[in-house]
Structure formats: structure tokens, C-alpha cells
């Protein structure tokens, strides 16, 4: 009887104790959510698109690594990757008292007050899969997944090597305000003005809004107004599968080269019968992995997203912020193509 007291006596101690430290913790003016449980919200360009689904698979496996009760992680967004059609999501993170947001922004600009309302309320706004060119001041750092400078460079030179460098190409990007397309077209424009590419001739530049429905009509448009077309480039995982999809369904894979940026596992088929010849991207997976460590070290080791600053970023080692604020998945684009299919992972 006198032991069993003793033990009503411990238990009613430690629940006294753990109800004072999640007071604790829920106080303060803190953004965070009750105990120790970090909210992780990713919002992507928007839903629906299997490239996102990839990125979003990388918070999954870190969050299983570092324990899934330590976490509360949302995969939501817009439908349309309108310029302003994420404020409503960013928001609903906020009123929800997320820790961190990771947002896949569609546009460089327009969401800035959002961001700036967001990290008033002591949420720490993070870009990723891209960053905010000019915008900078309104995200604490921002996850690339690879150095975007150099895409321009690599998709032309991987272009010019399926068509021999010489003749007409088009690019079918996403939206028009997508930062990260606009900044890859720049880049292409540039590297045609070099010698080698004096052959080849960008002829259009046309939106698919990261819709397979308008991507596929954008496609057919290219191909009946430019009967001359060797090559159509797709910075995009969407636009790449409808265009490749058009030329399968046309029989027109020998004259026009479709390529660009696509995900491993929507164009395998397509390499392996040879409708692509090749394409480029990094490992989207990577980008959500590093997120959550870096949330994680935030959390435990007092770490703040500085540049300069390091952390551990599980089975990758350390990662640090570099002086603009950006942390890099990737230095270089992968090239995909029939000589490394084992490879297409995600
Ligand atoms: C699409 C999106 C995304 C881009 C990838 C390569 O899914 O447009 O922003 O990074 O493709």
C-alpha cells in the first residue's frame, strides 16, 4: 500500500512536470508549436506536379531519420502556380504556427510582404528548389539545387550536341513569372551568343504553366508554326513530358530533339525507346533532406542560417550557408541518358 502511494506520488510529479515544461514551451511569443514538435510546412510551385512529390520524399526520409513524433510536416499548395496563388497558403502556415516554411516561390517579388508578415510573426521563411533574385531581404536563406548559373551553359551545350549544333530551337518553359525559369532562359540566351552556337537559333520561347494540358498545346503550336525545328528545350519536369509525349504520339522523334530538365522516373520509357536523347536535372530529394536538418540544428543546437554558418546535415556531412544566403544540393546538373539508367531513382 505505502509503495503503491509512493508511485501515485511519481506519477502525479512527472505529469506536474511535463505539463509545466510544454507551458513553457507553448509561451514566450514563440511561433513554435506545442513541446518539442517542429511544424515544417513545404509549399511547391503547386500540387500535383510529380517533381514536387520527389523534393517532398526527401523531408519524409530525414524526418524518419530523426524521428517522426519530433515532427509535424505539411505538403500543401495551389493548384495553379499563379504569381500570388501561394499567399493563402503561407498564411494558413502562419496562423498555424508553423516553425519553418519552405516555399517553391512563383515569383521573385510579389509574395515579399507576405514573407515579410510571415517572419514578423516569428516564422523563418526559407526558399527552396530556388531562390528570390533581388528579393533577397525578404527570406532568411534559401535551398538550391544546383547553381543556377550554370544551367543556361549546360543546356545549350547539351542541346547543341543532339542536333549537331546547328539549327532552329524553342524553349517551352512553365510560367512566366517563375524565378527559377527566367533565370535558366537568361542563361541560355547568353551562352547562344557564344561562337560555337552561332548556328543555332532560338526562334521561341512559349508557357506551358507547368500544366500538361497547355504544356501539350504549346507543344503542338511549336511544331506546326516551325517546320524546321530541331530542338525544343524544357527547363521544366511538366513541359518536358507533354512535349516528349507530342513528339512519341507524332513520329517526329528523329527531327525534333526534345530535352531540358525532367525527373528520371517520368522519362525513363521515353529514353529508353529513344523518343528523348537525353535530359538534366539534380536530386530534388536531397533539397528536403537538407530542410529538415537544418530546421533540426536550428532547433536543438541553436543554429541560425547565417552565411558562413554550418550544420550537420545527416548522411551529407556538414553544409554551409554561403555569402548570399544560399545553401547548394548540387554544384553541377546530372545529364540522364540512356548510358546511366540505373541511376533514375526518383
Ligand atoms: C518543374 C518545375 C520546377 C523545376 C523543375 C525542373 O517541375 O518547374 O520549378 O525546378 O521542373
Request: charged share 20%.
Amino acid at each position: 500500500m505505502k509503495r503503491m502511494k509512493k508511485a501515485a506520488l511519481l506519477v502525479l510529479c512527472l505529469a506536474m512536470a511535463m505539463a509545466f515544461l510544454s507551458c513553457g514551451n507553448r509561451g514566450g511569443g514563440s511561433s513554435e508549436a506545442a513541446g518539442d514538435v517542429i511544424k515544417i510546412y513545404f509549399i511547391p510551385n503547386n500540387m500535383g506536379n510529380p517533381y514536387f512529390d520527389a523534393l517532398s520524399s526527401g523531408f519524409d526520409q530525414a524526418i524518419a531519420e530523426l524521428g517522426a513524433g519530433n515532427f509535424e510536416y505539411y505538403y500543401e499548395g495551389p493548384a495553379a502556380a499563379g504569381a500570388t496563388d501561394q499567399i493563402e497558403y503561407i498564411e494558413a502556415a502562419v496562423q498555424n504556427k508553423a516553425f519553418a516554411i519552405f516555399l517553391a516561390a512563383n515569383s521573385e517579388d510579389a509574395l515579399n510582404a507576405t514573407l515579410d508578415d510571415a517572419r514578423a510573426a516569428g516564422v523563418r521563411v526559407y526558399i527552396i528548389n530556388q531562390d528570390i533574385p533581388g528579393s533577397e531581404t525578404h527570406r532568411d536563406a534559401a535551398i538550391m539545387p544546383v547553381d543556377f548559373d550554370k544551367i543556361g551553359d549546360a543546356q545549350i551545350e547539351l542541346t547543341g550536341g543532339y542536333i549537331n549544333y546547328e539549327g532552329e530551337i524553342a524553349i517551352l518553359s512553365a510560367t512566366t513569372s517563375a524565378p527559377d525559369q527566367n533565370h535558366w532562359i537568361d542563361g541560355m540566351r547568353a551562352a547562344l551568343q557564344n561562337p560555337q552556337y552561332a548556328k543555332m537559333t532560338l526562334v521561341d520561347v512559349v508557357y506551358g504553366d507547368d500544366q500538361p494540358e497547355k504544356s501539350t498545346t504549346e507543344m503542338e503550336a511549336l511544331l506546326n508554326k516551325y517546320p524546321n525545328l530541331k530542338a525544343v528545350i524544357c527547363p521544366t519536369t511538366v513541359g518536358i513530358a507533354a512535349a516528349t509525349q507530342v513528339v512519341q504520339t507524332r513520329k517526329v522523334a528523329d527531327q525534333v530533339k526534345v530535352t531540358g530538365l525532367g525527373l528520371p522516373s517520368q522519362m525513363k520509357g521515353y529514353i529508353e525507346d529513344g523518343t528523348s536523347p537525353g535530359f538534366q536535372l539534380w536530386d530534388p530529394p536531397k533539397e528536403g533532406y537538407l530542410a529538415v536538418y537544418m530546421c533540426w540544428e536550428e532547433k536543438n543546437s541553436g543554429f541560425t542560417p547565417a552565411p558562413g554558418a554550418s550544420f550537420n546535415a545527416g548522411k551529407y556531412g556538414s553544409v554551409t550557408i554561403r555569402p548570399n544566403g544560399q545553401l547548394m544540393a548540387l554544384e553541377e546538373p546530372k545529364t540522364f541518358d540512356s548510358t546511366n539508367l540505373q541511376d533514375f531513382v526518383y
